[in-house]
């Protein structure tokens, strides 16, 4: 059943207040992360904290590039950077990166990309990121080896044999499926046509290819530059390079965890490797709190506001 057009504009602008109704309701969820994290907070150094936060709005500055990047079309680079702003917020609703994914998707449709594209680009962006941290690592071990633990460079057993399992199990089940269910067998490949496509489209414009593993390749380091702002605001014993590295480490060892916005593993994981460097327990905490403060509930609210006015203004 059609709904009527005068009824439209008032379900728009009520879709456009359920990101807002979703932030009231995960704020009044996890009210002690948020008094806990000010408290810790409260004696530390502003302006590092100031630019922790520059470095977290940074971070859509890169996503943006890298969604450019990925798509062969022009876009426009105010609305691009609003949605990966949007997109950061949606981020921490899903996990594995599908909120922000989603958000992406739909500006891109809007923009006039068909959806086929749309989604190839999604994958590369995913394929790009991933790829592009392991030179990051490399540089790290090359230029500053002595901010680098060697143990912190081997995962556990548990980890490696997850790893390892992920590797042959997923290509095989692909293949099972694409055998198995013919039905599937034609959308799949017809989306690897135009992944393959437009990747090699991409590769032969520098206008493309440079922001696109340019702003892979900081993204990491950016979101890491987070990190060591408030150990510094918080007169961690370690040096910019080991703070740095410490989050890249952490984020690498729990990025196979599908949790929204990485919340949970990646904090465990960077309090264990930030202990491991010789940090007390308890900096080592207010430091992780402090990054979840400048990367998810300071940038929440703006972030769920662009969304919802994106949404209002049909460009999402």
Not at 20 to 49: E, I, K, N
Not at 197 to 223: C, N, V, Y
Request: hydrophobic share 55%; with cysteine.
């Amino acid at each position: 059943m059609a709904v009527p057009r005068r009824f439209r504009p008032s379900a728009r602008h009520a879709v456009s207040l359920l990101p807002v109704l979703y932030l009231g309701v995960w704020a009044a969820v996890d009210w002690h992360a948020v008094r806990d994290g000010t408290a810790r907070l409260a004696g530390a150094d502003p302006w590092w904290l100031l630019a922790g936060l520059v470095f977290t709005y940074l971070g859509a500055v890169a996503a943006a590039c890298v969604r450019q990047g990925a798509v062969v079309d022009r876009l426009p680079p105010g609305p691009l950077v609003a949605s990966q702003i949007a997109a950061g917020a949606a981020n921490h609703v899903l996990p594995a990166s599908i909120g922000a994914h989603a958000v992406t998707v739909r500006f891109l449709q809007r923009q006039g990309v068909p959806l086929p594209r749309a989604t190839a680009s999604i994958a590369l962006y995913s394929l790009v990121r991933a790829v592009a941290k392991t030179p990051v690592v490399l540089a790290f071990l090359l230029l500053a080896p002595t901010a680098v633990r060697p143990a912190a460079l081997v995962p556990d057993g548990r980890t490696l044999l997850g790893a390892v399992a992920g590797l042959l199990l997923v290509p095989a089940g692909a293949a099972v499926v694409l055998a198995l269910v013919r039905a599937v067998r034609g959308p799949v490949m017809e989306f690897v046509r135009t992944a393959l496509t437009d990747a090699r489209s991409l590769h032969t414009r520098p206008s493309r290819f440079l922001p696109l593993w340019g702003g892979a390749a900081a993204a990491p380091l950016i979101q890491a530059s987070v990190v060591a702002s408030v150990g510094k605001a918080l007169d961690l014993p370690l040096s910019w390079p080991q703070l740095l590295f410490a989050f890249l480490a952490a984020s690498t060892a729990a990025g196979a965890v599908p949790a929204p916005g990485g919340i949970g593993p990646v904090d465990a994981a960077l309090i264990l490797t930030l202990a491991g460097y010789g940090t007390p327990l308890a900096l080592a905490t207010a430091t992780v709190i402090g990054y979840r403060t400048l990367t998810v509930w300071l940038p929440l609210l703006p972030g769920m506001l662009v969304l919802s006015a994106m949404v209002q203004r049909k460009m999402l």
